[in-house]
């Protein structure tokens, strides 16, 4: 459903990367930040905006 809303322009990189990280989020604002856990959540963030940004440029 996230890539659909991606795709359908109805999320952005963002929203999406928050929607599909939910539960990974909430354990960092709960538990504490983890270094490595961090740098994977990194990764995707920008994972999802280079995808956003491909998308928008098919037009």
């Not at 359908?8 to 604002?29: I, Q, T, V, Y």
């Not at 963030?45 to 998308?55: H, P, S, T, V, W």
Request: aromatic content about 8%.
């Amino acid at each position: 459903m996230i890539a659909l809303a991606l795709l359908d322009k109805r999320l952005s990189g963002k929203a999406a990367f928050e929607a599909a990280a939910l539960d990974n989020l909430w354990s960092l604002e709960r538990w504490g930040e983890d270094a490595e856990a961090r740098a994977k959540l990194d990764r995707q963030a920008q994972e999802f905006d280079n995808i956003a940004r491909f998308i928008e440029t098919l037009g």
